[in-house]
């Protein structure tokens, strides 16, 4: 018993001098294995005396004492893809309006736990960087433009000065620019349809994942087309590939198989439809084949 309290004690010094650490690092550090370094660090963490992130380097979590939240910037690195554009946007804007980001960028702010603190004003909610504390939000209200009075603008144009005429006729051309209101362009309209288009695929996802119990711990990709995630289904991580679409082809689960066996994990496909007949057929008649040979 003493014997552990002391290694107990040491793994907590190594913390205190080198700051949040992985396991893999403090089994250097005492000497020992990364098994038997872990069962400590687990215990040290059931006793509250250490912390986890739900960031992940490799397969491993980050441990740190309480207070040395702002020390995990440096493993920010290790951030992936739409979770990084999110993390990289908050760490610049210091606090989002959750309503005002992208269907993508909501679900990834959600995903970066460690970086991304959610909080309500008004019955809105924000999110702030994680270093950023709150007290310093101020909720921004749309400013009133105050423009030169109708008058004003005669009496320039009767009146001008002719020792600044090129001045005069400046601003009130800028005078003008602003009364002036832009229509919107095609391809303005046309990117807000496929954002509102986007959103609604999006949310649809969403909703059957929640029916089905399956948490969304990361996103891997996001357009018009599809959407690929990564999700905890029974424990066990999985890729899933949504399409945007009624009928899955081959190339489809071609492509899945692909993206699925890079990461090692199984995957699972979702449609806006049932899948074709013979495409049914064909993954049922592959289940049981054992192998394919050529006869020479």
Known sequence: MQNTSEIKEKILRIFRIKGPSLPVHIAKEINQSILFTSAFLSELLSEKKLKITSLRVGNSPVYFLSGQESQLEKYSEHIKRKEKEAYLLLKEKKFLK???????????????????????????????????????FIESTPQKKVFPSTESHHKIIAKPDLKQPIASRASLDIFDKKLSKKKPTEK???????????????NKVKEFLVKKSIEITGIEGFSKKDLVLKIKKDGEEKLLIAHNKKRLTESDIINAHKKASEERIE??????????????????????????????
Do not use: H
Request: glycine share 2%; aromatic share 10%; net charge positive.
């Open 98 to 136: 959750d309503t005002e980001q992208l269907p993508a960028i909501r679900v990834a702010l959600r995903s970066i736990k460690d970086f991304a603190i959610p909080f309500k004003k008004n019955n809105k909610v924000y999110w702030r960087y994680f270093n950023v504390p709150e007290k310093g």
């Open 188 to 202: 303005a309209i046309r990117k807000k349809t496929t954002q509102k288009t986007n959103e609604k695929f999006f």
């Open 267 to 296: 995957y699972i496909l979702l449609s806006l439809g049932e899948p074709l007949k013979k495409m049914t057929s064909l993954i049922e008649a592959i289940k049981n084949l054992d192998e394919i040979e050529k006869i020479e």
